[in-house]
């Protein structure tokens, strides 16, 4: 996991500054495995944010969340409102076996 992306267009220098969305790879023995999760909302400039970075889909807390509460059964409110204040999760998206 990480917290930002790349922009997706260059800067002045050739080079791509921290963007809004990203991407997140999950691997493991407990992963449902064979799936993409998410939204992929394109490359055009209608649908980036701020005509520049990849438009963000989804909280990247809510998928630590989501396997953590599959995981270790930690319950759903002390993760939205202890470990990741302010969350409001998703219903389960099955990434976790």
């Known amino acids: 996991m990480t917290e930002f992306g790349r922009t997706v267009r260059q800067n002045g220098s050739g080079g791509t500054d921290h ?3 990203g991407a997140m790879l999950v691997a493991g023995g407990a992963v449902t495995g064979g799936r993409v999760y ?3 909302p394109g490359l055009t400039e209608a649908e980036l944010y701020d005509r520049r970075d ?3 889909t989804s909280d990247v807390r809510d998928w630590a ?6 995981l270790y059964g930690l319950d759903r409110s002390v993760l939205e409102s202890t470990v990741f204040p302010g969350l409001k999760m998703a219903p389960p ?5």
């Open 54 to 56: 990849l438009m963000p």
């Open 65 to 70: 969340a989501q396997a953590m509460l599959a």
């Open 38 to 40: 998410g939204r992929w």
């Open 93 to 97: 998206p099955g990434l976790i076996l």
């Open 19 to 21: 963007g809004t969305g």
